[in-house]
């Protein structure tokens, strides 16, 4: 399975971004759909989840009001929209999912086994 995750860059605070992530090789419909993170010198962190009837999970709750998840079948696509982004949210952003098993979002990080490559979001004045 190859995920691809796609849409970061260079964004003030305050700023937005909306990445994206699809497989060529997957319907993403079926499927739940996992967002992380790792900054610098950090640990990889779980963002958000949607499950494959568009329920959302948050991992993390200082992202909670600023970040959402949704699906666009029709394009085979999950986003990530990120509002008010912070430096703090300076980080490589991965997709990520998992065979299916009725786990939906409610599985550990280490229970999603297939990644995307990453994309770099950089929050800077």
């Known amino acids: 399975v190859q995920l691809q995750a796609s849409g970061g860059g260079l964004v003030q605070p305050g700023g937005s971004l909306t990445l994206s992530c699809t497989a060529s090789?997957?319907?993403?419909?079926?499927?739940?759909i996992g967002w992380f993170r790792q900054g610098p010198g950090k640990e990889r962190e779980g963002v958000l989840c949607?499950?494959?009837?568009?329920?959302?999970?948050y991992y993390l709750d200082s992202v909670k009001g600023r970040f959402t998840i949704s699906r666009d079948k029709a394009k085979n696509m999950v986003y990530l929209l990120l509002n008010s982004l912070k430096p703090d949210d300076t980080a490589v952003y991965y997709c990520?999912?998992?065979?299916?098993?009725?786990?939906?979002?409610?599985?550990?990080?280490?229970?999603?086994?297939?990644w995307g490559q990453g994309t770099l979001v950089t929050v800077s004045s």
């Open positions: 090789d997957l319907t993403l419909d079926y499927y739940a």
């Open positions: 990520a999912t998992a065979p299916l098993d009725g786990l939906g979002c409610a599985r550990s990080r280490s229970s999603f086994d297939w």
């Open positions: 949607i499950t494959s009837n568009g329920r959302s999970t």
